[in-house]
Structure formats: structure tokens, C-alpha cells
């Protein structure tokens, strides 16, 4: 059992490092490309990159549901603390499975149906790169099945460990 929970947490801390590594990269990209392009259409002729409208379409799904797995994985994605806070001893931990439990099932359930639907977006290409519709239903799917690993991670960790091994967002932690 200690080399399962090692396993899931090792999975855990990978995903969480990738997914920071995601937005970092996005970010900066997005921001890179978007200041290229106004400074492009106030000195060249052509007004602009043409592949700028395309590109933070593409970058901009991966960024925002890398920052998902990151808020899931804090424990700050779909939280409801005033209900745990409310509860105490086996009814917290029950609330707190039965609540992951349903996040995960939503999730890989919402990865597939992406997966479908990139399958019938990626018939059509972008006008510019020329790249498949269906990148961003993938960015989606990607997500959507990290947030669930990352969430039977937190589900395993408080089963093993308890309560206080939770990851907790805390109000006066978050950015503003």
C-alpha cells in the first residue's frame, strides 16, 4: 500500500510540474505573440502576423486548463470547504470521497466526449498554420483526465494519511 500511495504521489508531483511548466511556457508565449503582433501592425505594411489571430486560439486552451489541474491539484477547483467545515470525522471523509468520486467521473467522462469531438473537429484545419481544429478539444481532453488523476491522488492521500494530509487552498495564499 506505501508503494501505491508513493507511485500516486510521484505521478501527482509530475503532473503538477508539467502543468506549471505549461503555463509558464503559455504565458510567456501568448504574451510574446500578441506584443509582436501589435508592434508588427504599427511598423510593417502588412499589418500585422497573419498566423497571430490563430495561434493564442491554440496555445490558450492548454494554458487555461493547465492553471485547472493546478487549482485541482491545491485542492481549489470546485471546493467546498464550508461543507467540510461543517462536518467532522467519518462524514467529512465520506463527503470529501463521494464529491472526488463525482469530480472524477466528470472528468474522465468529459475527456472522452472531447476525444469525440476532436475526432470530428480535426476534418477542418485552421486557415493560416493549416493546423487541425481539433488541438484545443484535445488541450480539453489532456486536462480534463489530469484533473482526475491529480484528484484520486488527493482521494488516496486523505484515505491513507487522514484529513490533515489534505492540500488546501487557502484564501490569503491565492493571487489576486
Known amino acids: 500500500m506505501q508503494s501505491l500511495l508513493q507511485c500516486v504521489d510521484m505521478l501527482s508531483r509530475a503532473i503538477v510540474m508539467l502543468s506549471r511548466f505549461v503555463v509558464i511556457a503559455s504565458g510567456i508565449a501568448l504574451t ?3 506584443t509582436a503582433n501589435v508592434v508588427a501592425r504599427y511598423t510593417s505594411q502588412s499589418g500585422g502576423f497573419s498566423f497571430a489571430q490563430e495561434l493564442p486560439m491554440l496555445m490558450f ?24 467545515d461543517k462536518l467532522g470525522g467519518g462524514m467529512r471523509l465520506s463527503a ?8 472524477i467521473i466528470a472528468f474522465v467522462t468529459l475527456a472522452y466526449q472531447s476525444i469525440v469531438v476532436a475526432e470530428i473537429a480535426g476534418m477542418e484545419q485552421s486557415p493560416v498554420l493549416r493546423l487541425p481544429n481539433s488541438v484545443g478539444y484535445y488541450a480539453l ?7 482526475s488523476i491529480v484528484t484520486a491522488a488527493a482521494t488516496v492521500r486523505v484515505l491513507r494519511f487522514g484529513w490533515e494530509s489534505r492540500i488546501e487552498i487557502k484564501a490569503e495564499e491565492m493571487p489576486l
Request: without cysteine; charged residues 0%; aromatic residues 12%.
Open 32 to 34: 510574446v505573440v500578441t
Open 61 to 84: 486552451p492548454w494554458f487555461i486548463l493547465a492553471g485547472i489541474v493546478l487549482a485541482a491539484h491545491a485542492g481549489g477547483h470546485m471546493a467546498v470547504e464550508w461543507l467540510y
Open 96 to 103: 470529501l470521497v463521494l464529491a472526488n468520486v463525482i469530480s
Open 141 to 147: 481532453a489532456v486536462g480534463a483526465f489530469l484533473v
